[in-house]
């Protein structure tokens, strides 16, 4: 069960409105690495995890910050669009949705929402539940999370240094550090996870059914020999059951394919079937 407190987790609260800047912290609410991913990404995680315990909990704690995140990210937006759009032409002051085209801001803002937040990224395209993942796999999913979350401070990070507005960098100075203790979380998870696991996923499955001939081969299949200085490429695996071997020249193990003819019902290009009279 959730329920919500009405306090925003932290203040988001401009110096001014400014539609522009609230189409570009589009992205970070409902983009690809935005809040509302890393928020279903963690509690479908937690959802979908079949054993109680620690891990189960800190997907929840952290998924439902994630959802204070949103909503402090849709307040900012909707008061950066307070009084918008505000169109520099006069013809353009008129029309609302003309004002908002010229203006750079997200036409949508102004005729869809209502001057409020969207599910969309900066470029107005939906979120999709496509972009999380949530396989089962504790060391699978929190290694997308460090993803997800290098990302996300990756792209706070780059609005930061975008406006000047005061209160817009408070909020994300808070949210890039949240992100940094996000990060340092699931890597400090993994770790313990990792220890008692290993690091290669699955690490159940059983070891005399995989190809083990090829399992520590680094191919070099690009011109040049440079990732050959990798570690990567030499010395003990990072799951510490052999030694990485690099390949300079990569065999081929399969032969040329010959694909049989198709039937004839497909009317692909076949030169086993000789074409109909007229």
């Known amino acids: 069960m959730f329920y919500h407190i009405k306090e925003l987790q932290f203040e988001a609260k401009p110096e001014r409105p400014d539609p522009l800047f609230a189409r570009r912290?589009?992205?970070?609410?409902?983009?690809?690495?935005?809040?509302?991913?890393?928020?279903?990404?963690?509690?479908?995680q937690g959802f979908n995890l079949r054993m109680e315990g620690k891990y189960k909990d800190l997907l929840y704690d952290v998924g439902t910050e994630e959802l204070a995140h949103v909503e402090m990210l849709a307040t900012m937006i909707a008061r950066l669009l307070d009084d918008a759009p505000a169109g520099t032409l006069e013809e353009a002051a008129e029309d609302p949705a003309m004002a908002a085209i010229i203006g750079g801001m997200n036409p949508q803002h102004a005729i869809v929402s209502g001057l409020g937040a969207m599910p969309q990224d900066?470029?107005?395209?939906?979120?999709?539940?496509?972009?999380?993942?949530?396989?089962?796999?504790?060391?699978?999913?929190?290694?997308?999370?460090?993803?997800?979350?290098?990302?996300?401070?990756?792209?706070?990070?780059?609005?930061?240094?975008m406006t000047n507005d005061r209160g817009v960098k408070d909020m994300l100075s808070f949210l890039i550090a949240r992100d940094r203790m996000h990060q340092n979380m699931w890597l400090a998870a993994l770790q313990e996870l990792e220890e008692r696991e290993g690091v290669v996923v699955p690490s159940t499955f059983p070891s005399n059914q995989e190809l083990k001939s090829v399992a520590y081969d680094f191919y070099n299949l690009s011109r040049g020999g440079a990732s050959a200085e990798g570690r990567w490429a030499s010395g003990p695996s990072m799951d510490g059951c052999a030694y990485f071997h690099y390949v300079p020249n990569p065999p081929a193990y399969g032969n040329v394919p010959a694909l049989e003819p198709a039937p004839p019902y497909t009317f692909n290009t076949n030169f086993h079937i000789p074409p109909q009279p007229c």
């Open 25 to 44: 912290l589009q992205e970070i609410l409902g983009g690809q690495y935005g809040e509302i991913s890393v928020a279903m990404q963690y509690l479908f």
């Open 122 to 161: 900066s470029n107005g395209n939906s979120w999709t539940a496509d972009y999380i993942g949530a396989s089962g796999n504790l060391i699978a999913d929190f290694r997308a999370n460090v993803m997800a979350e290098s990302q996300g401070r990756l792209q706070a990070t780059r609005l930061y240094e």
